[in-house]
């Protein structure tokens, strides 16, 4: 205590200078203008430098929150822009010649619009799963086909859900011609690309040429005739050399396949019961 | 002492009414103007307490500072000047007068001695009173011109002062 009186008494003069600058302030930042206003301009920089340095770092420890808002924002928009892609190239779809013929030969047939979503293309028997069901009037041995040909046939039929064998699957079977010939085959896969099949049968005096079209015969219920499967790539002979084996291109790019219709046919009854009628009395 | 009191209460009195009345209008290129109110702190004994330098260095710029509409400015700059002066004057000091008590003037300080003093705390004053005046390092030229100035301006007018007082004092 003694100390500190002995301090203040010998710097006595300093305090004295200190307070009475500040007096000296006081009467410059009060009385004149200039000075008041650089004052409370300063003044208000450094309590906009501390606020600012204190936003900064409250900002820091809130990075937590924020990025965990951002990954959910970005999923929500991720998805938006899915969304949003789809229904752009729904909107700007211009049809090829396939997708014309194929509608103008099915105007006469009911077609159920379909989206593929689930797809499997590794094995060598491939299934497509469409979101459409016998709700929506599919049934089974129905034909599928989409915007680059014959896509496969309703093998099994859930409420709302439909599963296909598309025409990459080695059990898939249908019957098919060359376009302008009468002569049928039946259209197979043996597996490797998505984008070659085979046609055997085809008679060898059968005038089948490279690059010719491949398409439906309508000789089964399930797709009419002339809807397009492929085009020849190759001309061969069969494994018993009796026909013609005809390598086609095919035109369903099965990697790449979203959009398809199911192909209600209003005669399948008929041509069942007709085929049924004719085992029957066959095997008697 | 009365007497003392008395002279320097006249002093004090004199450079208020000088600055007030002649040297505030003096403006040398428009930037120099002489503030020898400093002579005041400069005269007064070397014995006097240190606070009693800041104090009346205040209150001489009060006064100045009322007169001439600059509240605070020349309070805060004398104010200082008052802080540092007695370091200036044992600064200055002879070291065979170290032990004496002695008013500053051109006789005991010896004539560059006092002409030193005399700018030192001249050129104290002045920074701080333009530095405090502008509040403002934007036209750094003419503060620096206006410093320059009004320092030798006043320094001049303190010597000139000085010589006066020492001349009536001898006769």
């Known amino acids: 205590m003694r100390n500190l009186l002995d301090f203040l008494r010998k710097y006595n003069y300093v305090f004295l200078f200190l307070l009475l600058e500040i007096a000296s302030f006081v009467l410059l930042f009060r009385f004149n203008n200039f000075q008041g206003s650089v ?3 300063s003044a208000n920089t450094v ?3 501390i606020n600012g340095a204190y936003g900064d770092m409250m900002a820091y420890l809130n990075l937590q929150t924020v990025n965990r808002d951002l990954t959910q924002r970005n999923i929500v928009l991720q998805q938006q822009v899915e969304q949003l892609r789809v229904a752009l190239a729904r909107a700007t779809h211009d049809s090829t010649y396939t997708e014309k013929r194929i509608a103008e030969i099915l105007s006469d047939y009911e077609m159920i619009p379909a989206r593929v979503v689930s797809n499997t293309t590794r094995g060598s028997n491939n299934y497509l799963v469409i979101d459409r069901g016998s709700a929506h009037g599919v049934s089974t041995e129905m034909g599928v086909v ?3 040909g014959v896509v496969g046939i309703v093998y099994l039929v859930e409420q709302h859900h439909s599963l296909v064998i598309p025409v990459t699957n080695k059990k898939s079977n249908i ?5 302008g010939q009468s002569y049928h085959g039946f259209l197979q896969w043996e597996g ?7 046609v055997d049968d085809i008679p060898r005096y059968a005038a089948a040429k490279v690059g010719e079209v491949v398409e439906t015969s309508g000789y089964s219920s399930m797709f009419p005739p002339g809807i397009f499967v492929g085009r020849v790539k190759k001309v061969g002979n069969s494994p018993d050399g009796q026909s013609y084996r005809l390598d086609v291109s095919l035109g369903t790019d099965f990697a790449n396949i979203r959009d398809v219709s199911v192909i209600a046919t209003p005669h399948k009854v008929e041509i069942d019961s007709l085929y049924h009628h004719a085992n029957t009395q066959l095997s008697m | 002492m009365i007497q003392t009191i008395l002279s320097r209460i006249g002093w004090f009195l004199l450079l208020v009414a ?4 002649v040297f505030n209008h003096i403006h040398v290129l428009g930037y120099a103007t002489p503030m020898p109110y400093v002579f005041f702190l400069l005269i007064l004994p070397n014995d006097l307490p240190r606070w009693l330098f800041v104090a009346l260095g205040f209150l001489l710029g009060l006064i100045i500072d009322m007169f001439a509409d600059t509240p605070g400015v020349a309070s805060a700059s004398l104010c200082a000047t008052g802080l540092a002066i007695p370091f200036l004057l044992k600064a200055m000091t002879p070291s065979d007068k170290e032990e004496e008590v002695f008013i500053p003037s051109l006789h005991t300080l010896g004539r560059f001695r006092f002409m030193l003093f005399a700018a030192s705390a001249s050129l104290i004053n002045i920074v701080l009173y333009f530095v405090i005046e502008l509040f403002s390092f934007y036209n750094w030229e003419s503060l620096l011109i206006g410093i320059g ?3 030798l301006l006043t320094w001049l007018f303190v ?3 000085e010589s006066i007082r020492s001349a009536t004092k001898k006769k």
């Open chain 1, 39 to 41: 004052w409370f301009t």
């Open chain 1, 47 to 49: 309590v906009a430098t």
């Open chain 1, 146 to 148: 989409g915007g680059g």
């Open chain 1, 175 to 179: 019957s098919c011609r060359v376009r």
């Open chain 1, 192 to 198: 490797g690309s998505l984008r070659r099949a085979f």
């Open chain 2, 18 to 21: 000088l600055q007030v009345f």
């Open chain 2, 149 to 151: 100035g009004s320092w």
């Open chain 2, 159 to 161: 010597i000139a002062i």
